[in-house]
């Protein structure tokens, strides 16, 4: 059956996918971009190899986007305290953002934008690469590429695999098109346990539980994160709403008026998930009309960072994860509209007591919290002041919430130097160095 879904693959969906990207690209800016950048890959790769050599083990870890390389960041990372510049890693996105985040932290030797997927371009990458092992983080697996790999003795390693049922492996018409990729790796680490049962489903073989990798990502990152750009030196109880869109802010900013009506004690800080001037503007005059006062972010950080007010208002991107350290309870945004929850380990990391909406499909670690009663998930606004109002008031409750948070966390760490491990085996790297400090073993 591979030859028959090959066949299909090659002749149907990747000329679809290029005549509708070269059309995509009169219409849409980020298209444009992303063909732009990706302009002379070629030229820059043969660069790369000529400039790095041949002579020590190459690896190629490819991510979609940002997301995907915070969980390969911590395996990057595990393998470099391990080899040092023994070896060359390249680096691989989908996504510009991906791109321009990957470049930095010395992780890589060379970082790329992947061209679209064809039997002539993985041929290229393949014979100009030439990998000890391709590395496919998530589940941004492209099937011409991993075929080939395959082909030319390459070990694929697909790691920190999550799917869900809503999956297109699910569907029965699709499922033996599934089949025909995943038995191109050599090896698959599924993220948790539904995820290995669901891919064995699929492909029996080569599949092991190794747990998911954004764990430690998230743990290392509170553990060096230098803590908020302000303070809260009168504030004895605060309240972090990230990542929030314009339906869980239609019904949350009345709670909040009302929440800080009643408790003199409380701050509230409230991250929109977009930060236009249009968009904040709107903000500013609901909490306004309501009688709350926000600040922005930048003006208190521009006055030395102490809060004045009792509602901050981030105006700016890149700071959330360290303002949910001083969180005594997080509201998680996109749980009220159709594209998903963000991101939960964040506050969950830092101990914070969470919340969120119903529609969390998208988010295993969501469901799971929920289901373990950790966290909260509601169903409506109403449901959702009920409960920040509970967890506000009795401290006890949200802190025994938020250590269990910070426990599921936690006990979950230690996937990278499983999956380093397993990749070790698999490219045939030798472990002398292992536990090393780099360079300077």
């Known amino acids: 059956m591979l030859e028959f879904w090959r066949l299909l693959y090659d002749l149907v969906f990747v000329p679809v996918v290029r005549l509708a990207a070269s059309f995509a690209v009169f219409a849409n800016a980020d298209v444009r971009s992303g063909f732009a950048a990706r302009r002379g890959w070629r030229a820059g790769l043969t660069e790369a190899v000529g400039r790095l050599g041949r002579g020590k083990p190459r690896l190629w870890f490819h991510c979609a986007s940002l997301g995907e390389f915070e969980q390969a960041r911590p395996i990057l990372a595990e393998l470099r305290r391990r080899h040092g510049d023994r070896l060359i890693v390249y680096l691989s996105f989908f996504s510009e953002t991906g791109l321009r985040h990957g470049r930095h932290g010395g992780l890589a030797d060379h970082v790329f934008l992947l061209p679209l997927d064809s039997p002539a371009a993985a041929r290229r990458l393949l014979d100009l690469i030439k ?15 991993a075929w080939t790999a395959r082909e030319a003795g390459v070990p694929v390693a697909l790691i920190s695999a ?25 090896f698959i680490g599924a993220a948790d346990a539904p995820s290995a049962r669901f891919l064995r489903a699929v ?51 009345p709670i909040l008026a009302k929440l800080l009506a009643e408790r003199e004690d409380l701050v509230v800080v409230l991250a929109p998930h977009h930060v236009d001037g249009g968009h904040l503007g709107g903000i500013e005059s609901s909490l306004t009309a309501r009688g709350v006062t926000p600040e922005r972010l930048t003006a208190i950080v521009e006055r030395g960072g102490a809060v004045a007010g009792r509602l901050v208002l981030v105006d700016t991107v890149g700071c959330l994860f360290e303002l ?41 670690e969501a469901v799971e919290l929920a289901g373990m009663g950790i966290a909260e ?56 160095h292992r536990g090393g400090r780099g360079n300077d073993g």
């Open 131 to 145: 990998p000890h092992l391709l590395c496919v983080v998530k589940f941004d697996l492209w099937p011409e590429l």
């Open 324 to 364: 949910y350290s001083p969180a005594r309870v997080a509201y998680v945004g996109g749980g009220f509209w159709d594209r998903g929850l963000h991101n939960v380990l964040e506050p969950a990391a830092f101990g914070a007591a969470l919340v969120f909406g119903p529609r969390i499909g998208n988010s295993a």
């Open 203 to 253: 492909s029996p073989t080569g599949v092991e539980v190794t747990g998911d990798s954004k764990f430690d990502a998230v743990l290392s990152r509170r553990d060096s994160a230098g803590g908020p750009p302000i303070r809260f030196a009168h504030a004895g109880t605060v309240l972090v709403c990230g990542s929030t869109h314009p339906p869980d802010e239609e019904g949350l900013l």
């Open 377 to 432: 998930r509601v169903e409506d606004f109403d449901q959702l002041e009920k409960t920040l109002r509970r967890l506000l008031k009795d401290p006890s409750e949200a802190r025994s919430k938020g250590a269990a948070a910070r426990k599921y966390c936690e006990e979950r760490a230690g996937a990278s130097a499983r999956i380093a491990d397993r990749l070790e085996r698999l490219c045939g790297l030798s472990a002398p």
């Open 162 to 186: 999550a799917v869900h049922r809503r999956s297109g492996m699910a569907h029965p018409l699709l499922r033996g098109f599934y089949r025909a990729v995943l038995r191109a790796c050599s």
